[in-house]
């Protein structure tokens, strides 16, 4: 399936900093902001970006009016999520998905946000991109290599490649070409089966976690087993699954053991060590933009 790249984005454009999910530290975020600002770009700011309402970024009410109406402000050509967090799912049934789909825009964020660039592609069939966000990643000691394929990915030149020092890691051969979609695998599992996410018929599926013991990746990775994901994705791509392993287990070594037996009786393509996921070096990964993976040598890219 084909689905709708919003128009890129260029300086002087505007730029709105929305909190969809949970709020930001208010020094990360006007460090993120005043970021932006440099580089060129005028910048609008949700309402609710410094609320609390328990864990979230003020009422779900206050939460979705503000998406909705940067969506619809015609001066306003992205939105960027300030941090993710929780509470995401609240959301989701609220969101105007015609209008994303009439008046396609970027929408960068990861984490919690994995949800709602599923449910958009699903819903209004847009492409959004799982990149870095305004306080979590802009604030400070933003990461070159991530902050070059940000901007590259947002202002027509989309690419997605390793650093030279991280090379992929093939755990399965074979070649695959078909629409990205992928996120954090905690924040998506519940998802799998709902009209919130697409059709992932030849699929190549992208993901990554944070914080998750061996025990939960396991039980999630034959989750997607029983679900029946893996009869209908064409390729695997795992990025970084950081503080998920003890000490003693070798994080590619753990994810191999959880792979030997979720993946058992499959043979589309898989590699491991991509650069994405909740780490400063990270690919600008474009949710349901086609790419293809091949094996030999490992490559994973755009098409």
């Known amino acids: 399936m084909k689905y709708k790249m919003p128009p890129s984005i260029q300086v002087g454009d505007t730029i709105a900093v929305i909190a969809p999910c949970s709020a930001a530290a208010e020094d990360k975020a006007l460090k993120g902001i005043e970021y932006l600002r440099d580089k060129g770009f005028i910048v609008k700011t949700a309402d609710n970006l410094f609320e609390q309402s328990g864990h979230m970024a003020g009422s779900d009410e206050l939460r979705i009016r503000s998406f909705n109406e940067f969506w619809a402000d015609k001066d306003v050509k992205a939105l960027f999520c300030v941090r993710g967090g929780y509470g995401i799912q609240r959301i989701l049934p609220k969101i105007d998905y015609d209008l994303i789909s009439d008046i396609p825009k970027i929408l960068v964020g ?79 599992l519940p998802y799998f089966g709902t009209s919130y996410v697409p059709d992932l018929e030849g699929a190549i599926l992208v993901l990554e976690d944070v914080g998750e013991n061996i025990g939960r990746l396991d039980r999630h990775f034959h989750h997607l087993r029983y679900q029946g994901i893996f009869d209908k994705i064409s390729g695997l791509v795992l990025g970084e699954f950081n503080d998920c392993f003890p000490e003693e287990i070798d994080p590619i070594d753990g994810l191999k053991s959880i792979l030997d037996s979720a993946l058992e009786g499959y043979d589309f393509p898989v590699v491991m060590n991509f650069a994405y996921g909740h780490i400063k070096k990270r690919v600008t990964l474009p949710i349901g933009m086609r790419a293809k993976l091949i094996t030999d040598p490992p490559n994973f890219s755009l098409i």
């Open 110 to 188: 990861y984490s919690d946000i994995s949800a709602l660039s599923s449910a958009i592609l699903a819903k209004s069939g847009v492409i959004t991109f799982s990149g870095p966000m305004v306080a979590s990643d802009m604030s400070e000691n933003f990461d070159t290599f991530s902050e070059e394929l940000l901007w590259r990915m947002l202002m027509g030149h989309p690419l997605i490649d390793n650093p030279q020092e991280q090379p992929l890691i093939v755990y399965k051969k074979g070649n695959a070409e078909g629409n990205i979609f992928g996120g954090t695998l905690t924040v998506l």
